[in-house]
């Protein structure tokens, strides 16, 4: 299962449609990436680059999002280590330190 950000269901826009038993819904640009770091497969990683070429994610909001899907993980718990590190080189691409994920 992918981290799930605190909060994420109140960010998230309904889908048009005419949808009368399903209300799917778009989670917000930060949410979505959050999802992608635990795994970080390419097409996790593809994603993502797709994400901060957009110019929708902010480095501080996405370490913030990362926290709460984490919240109630201990702090040397893998898991939040691998998505932690990968959330790393999320910030480096969109800072342009790297130019791919």
């Known amino acids: 299962m992918p981290p799930i950000p605190g909060g994420y269901f109140h960010r998230a826009v309904d889908l048009p449609g005419s949808s009368r038993v399903l209300r799917p819904k778009q989670p917000e640009p930060h949410d979505l990436a959050v999802t992608k770091l635990k ?3 390419a097409k996790d990683r ?3 680059q797709i994400l901060c070429d957009s110019d929708d ?3 501080d909001r ?3 999002v ?3 899907a ?3 993980a201990e702090k040397d718990d893998p898991d939040r280590e691998r998505a ?3 959330l790393r080189r999320v910030i480096d691409y969109l ?3 790297t130019r791919t994920l």
């Open 39 to 41: 795994r970080f497969h």
């Open 46 to 48: 593809q994603d993502l």
């Open 57 to 59: 994610l902010d480095a």
């Open 62 to 64: 996405l370490s913030e």
């Open 66 to 68: 990362l926290d709460s």
């Open 70 to 72: 984490f919240a109630w």
């Open 84 to 86: 932690a590190a990968n």
């Open 95 to 97: 800072e342009g330190r």
